[in-house]
C-alpha cells in the first residue's frame, strides 16, 4: 500500500456504542494499525435532532477500554481537525454551492406537504415516489431546474426553505467496487436525487462525510452494511468533485442468535447478554448492561468481536490484539452475515480468565466481597489459583471458594445423604485423629497418613472422602480436599469436621 493508510470511526452520537459499532471500530483499528496508518475518530453530529448528551464521552471512553484508541479525533493530533461535524458546519456550503453552479446539484423548494402527496398518490396508484430524473423536470415538483433563475434567487432570498438535491445520472452504469464484496453494479435510474444541505445552513449525512472523508484524506471507508446503498451516491459525489475516491468495505451484518435478522438490544435482554461494551444509563434512568460491568475481560471482547464476521482461516481462536493486527485482512471479512453467540463470549471470557495473573485476578475478587476485607490478598490469590478453572467471571469466584474463607453453615441435603451413613461419626472422629497427629500439616503427609489408614483398614475412599468434604466444604463440590485442608489450615480442618459429628 503505497499512501499513508488513513481510516475513520465516523459515530453519530446519537446513543451508546453498540457492539456492531464497536466491531467497525475494531475492524478500522486493526486495519489501520497493520498498515501503520491512523485511525481517526469523527463524530457525526449533523442531525441535532437526534444527539444525545454523553454519547460521544460514552463511545471514547468504550475505544479505550478495549485498547483500541484514536490516533487523531476531538481533543487529540488535530491536525485535521475539528473533528466533530457541528464545529465544522462552516466547510460544507461551498462544496453544496459548488455542485449548484456546475449543475451537479440544484435547489428544491417542496414542501414536507407537497411531497407527501405525491407520495400518497404515487401509492395509490401501487407506485413508489422518487424524487429524480423521473419527474424533477416536469413540473409538479417546485426547484431550480424548472424555476428560472431569477425566480429561484427570488425565493431564496424571501427566506423560503429549501433543500439541495445532488442530480443523479439517467441511464447509466456505475461499476463499483468493494474490498469484501467484490463488483458491483449500480443502475443509476434506480437512485433518488439524495438531500445534500438544507437551508438550515446544515449539510446532510452523504454531503458531510464524503467531504470530511476527502479533507481528511482517509484511505478507506470501512463500514456496515447498511451504508452499502449509499455506495453509489458517494461515489456519484465524488466523481462529480473531481477527487479520488477512497477504497470502501462493508461489514457483515451482526446476527441474531438463531441467526435470523439482525441483532438488537431486545435480543440481549431477552436472552440475558449485554449489546453495549459499557453499561448505559439513558436519559429517561433505564440501565442498559454493558459487558465491562458484567465482568468480561476487554482481551475476551475484542476477540470476539475480530470473529464476528473475521477468521484467519485456521482453527486458532485466541488472538491477543497484537496478534490480531498481523493476522488481520479485509480479504478475510465475509459477506454473509455473522451469528452472534453469547456462550462463544462466554468461552472467550474463560480462556482470557485462565491468562490472568492469580494475583490480579485477587486484586479484583478482593475489592468485590466484604468478606474478604481483611483476608491477605496473597491467600485469595492461592485460593484463585485452585478455582478460576471453573470460573468464567470473578464474580463466580465467591459461589466456588467461600469455604476457604469461612466454614459452612449448612450442609446440602442431597449431597448430605449420600455422605452421611452409619459410622460416619466414627470414622469422622478416627480422621480427626490421624490429622492431629500428622507431624507436618503438608498436602502429601497428609494424603499418605489417611490413605494408608483407608487402604490398611479396606475402610472404602468414598466413606471417608465423601463426608469429609461435606465438612470441609458444605457440599460435594471443590478442589482436592487435602489442597482444601492445607488451605485452611489443622484447626479449622478439625473443628469442621467435629462441627459435621455434631451435627449427625
Ligand atoms: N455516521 C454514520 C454512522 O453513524 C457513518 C457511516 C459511515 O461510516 O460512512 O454510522
Known amino acids: 500500500m503505497s499512501k499513508n493508510v488513513r481510516v475513520r470511526f465516523a459515530p453519530s452520537p446519537t446513543g451508546p456504542l453498540h ?4 466491531r467497525t471500530a475494531l475492524f478500522n483499528y486493526l486495519f489501520a494499525k497493520k498498515h501503520g496508518g491512523d485511525f481517526v475518530l469523527r463524530i457525526e453530529d449533523t442531525d441535532q435532532n437526534r444527539y444525545v448528551e454523553g454519547a460521544e464521552n460514552y463511545i471514547v471512553d468504550a475505544l479505550n477500554w478495549c485498547n483500541i484508541p484514536f490516533d487523531e479525533g476531538p481533543g487529540k493530533n488535530e491536525k485535521f481537525g475539528p473533528y466533530r461535524q457541528s464545529e465544522r458546519k ?8 459548488q455542485l449548484i453552479a456546475e449543475g451537479k446539484a440544484y435547489y428544491a423548494f417542496d414542501t414536507a406537504e407537497a411531497l407527501d402527496t405525491e407520495r400518497k398518490n404515487h401509492e395509490s396508484e401501487c407506485k413508489t415516489f422518487m424524487y429524480n430524473w423521473h419527474n424533477r423536470e ?16 427570488a425565493k431564496i432570498n424571501a427566506g423560503e426553505n429549501y433543500v439541495v438535491r445532488f ?4 441511464d447509466e452504469t456505475l461499476h463499483l467496487k468493494d474490498i469484501i464484496r467484490g463488483d458491483i453494479k449500480i443502475d443509476t435510474n434506480v437512485l433518488d ?10 449539510p446532510t449525512y452523504h454531503l458531510a462525510n464524503i467531504v470530511d472523508d476527502h479533507l481528511m484524506e482517509i484511505t478507506h471507508v470501512i463500514r456496515g452494511e447498511e451504508w452499502l446503498p449509499s455506495l453509489a451516491l458517494h461515489k456519484l459525489l465524488y466523481n462529480a468533485f473531481g477527487w479520488e475516491a477512497p477504497e470502501f468495505a462493508h461489514l457483515p451484518l451482526i446476527l441474531k442468535p438463531t441467526g435470523k435478522g439482525k441483532l438488537s438490544k431486545r435480543d440481549g435482554d431477552k436472552l440475558g447478554f449485554p449489546v453495549f461494551p459499557l453499561e448505559y444509563t439513558a436519559t429517561d434512568g433505564t440501565v442498559s448492561r454493558g459487558y465491562k460491568e458484567d465482568g468480561y475481560f476487554p482481551e475476551a471482547v475484542v476477540n470476539f468481536l475480530a470473529f464476528l464476521g473475521w477468521n484467519p482461516g485456521t482453527e486458532q ?7 490480531l493486527i498481523s493476522e488481520f485482512d479485509l480479504e478475510r471479512v465475509n459477506k454473509a452475515g455473522a451469528r452472534f453467540d453469547p456462550d462463544k463470549t462466554k468461552w472467550f471470557n474463560h480462556q482470557y480468565m485462565q491468562q490472568q495473573l492469580d494475583l490480579d485476578l485477587a486484586k479484583k475478587f478482593k475489592a468485590t466481597r466484604p468478606e474478604l476485607t481483611e483476608i491477605d490478598v496473597n491467600y485469595i490469590a492461592l485460593v484463585v489459583g485452585l478455582i478460576k478453572e471453573r470460573a468464567t467471571f470473578v464474580q463466580d469466584f465467591w459461589d466456588l471458594s467461600h469455604y476457604f474463607f469461612s466454614a459452612p453453615t449448612s450442609y446440602d441435603d442431597k449431597a448430605s445423604k449420600k455422605a452421611l451413613k452409619e459410622g460416619t461419626a466414627e470414622l469422622m472422629q478416627k480422621t480427626i485423629e490421624i490429622i492431629t497427629t500428622t507431624k507436618e500439616f503438608t498436602i502429601q503427609n497428609l494424603q499418605t497418613n489417611l490413605k494408608s489408614w483407608i487402604t490398611d483398614n479396606e475402610i472404602g475412599f468414598g466413606k471417608v472422602m465423601m463426608p469429609l468434604r461435606l465438612a470441609l466444604v458444605g457440599a460435594l463440590q471443590g478442589p482436592d480436599v487435602f489442597e482444601i485442608m492445607f488451605m485452611i489450615g489443622k484447626n479449622e480442618t478439625v473443628k ?5 459429628i455434631k451435627s449427625i
Open 167 to 170: 442530480k443523479s445520472p439517467q
Open 19 to 22: 457492539i456492531g459499532g464497536l
Open 496 to 500: 469442621r469436621i467435629d462441627d459435621l
Open 193 to 202: 436525487d439524495k438531500i445534500l444541505f438544507k437551508s438550515d445552513g446544515m
Open 317 to 323: 481462536e485466541l488472538f491477543s490484539l497484537e496478534n
Open 138 to 153: 416536469k413540473g409538479r415538483l417546485v426547484n431550480s431546474l424548472v424555476l428560472t433563475s431569477e425566480e429561484t434567487l
Open 90 to 97: 462552516h466547510l460544507y456550503k461551498q462544496y453544496a454551492d
